[in-house]
């Protein structure tokens, strides 16, 4: 039975140091967005129609074979909350993992513009995603994103039995990841670090 947590969150608001926290916590195996984002990318060439469909296979078979192998996964995610297929998309990936014996949490993170735009140029989101070494087109995507799409639920809006929104402004990963730990009442598996964070 395979567990997933996906954090969730508008740009630069920190999804990935904090799935990293988690996995290293947990010990769960990690799929940032970006992981088969740069992959396709470089294959197929940025935002092409081969590049879509590779970035979406990619994702679609890491899923499945989390399910039929048992691992534990984190990923991250980008969710336009006003539209109906993006919650079309999750309900299935919680479907996916429930429906064959695991759990399915959802976390979102939200931190204000002022410090998006400070995390969006840090030398560690540099080197992890090569899309984002533009910081021109990097902070216009990020802005042009947050005027025109609801990046984070609204108050007292729940779509999951496991759903969990921390404002991490002020907060440290850590932190953050101790309070989704606490909150879903996660365990920690017993793995060797090489099957679920080798070459980090």
């Given at each position: 039975m395979a567990n997933l947590i996906v954090v969730c969150g508008p740009q630069a608001v920190g999804k990935?140091?904090?799935?990293?926290?988690?996995?290293?916590?947990?010990?769960?195996?990690?799929?940032i967005n970006h992981d088969s984002l740069e992959v396709s990318d470089r294959i197929f060439g940025f935002a092409t129609p081969a590049q879509r469909e590779f970035n979406r296979y990619f994702r679609e078979k890491a899923f499945e074979l989390a399910v039929k192998h048992n691992v534990d996964l984190i990923f991250t995610y980008v969710c336009a909350f006003e539209m109906q297929e993006e919650r079309d998309y999750l309900t299935s990936l919680q479907e996916l993992f429930t429906q064959n014996g695991g759990e399915f949490y959802f976390m979102e993170l939200k931190a204000d513009l002022e410090t998006r735009l400070k995390r969006n140029e840090t030398a560690y989101r540099m080197e992890r995603k090569a899309?984002?070494?533009?910081?021109?087109?990097?902070r216009s995507n990020l802005l042009n994103d947050t005027n025109n799409h609801r990046l984070n639920s609204e108050d007292g809006e729940v779509w999951f039995e496991h759903h969990l929104k921390i404002d991490n402004t002020a907060l440290e990963p850590d932190e953050v990841a101790d309070k989704v730990i606490e909150a879903f009442g996660l365990k920690a598996n017993d793995k060797p670090e090489k099957e679920y964070r080798y070459g980090v």
């Open positions: 990935m140091v904090v799935a990293e926290s988690l996995r290293d916590k947990l010990k769960y195996n990690l799929m899309s984002k070494r533009d910081l021109e087109w990097s």
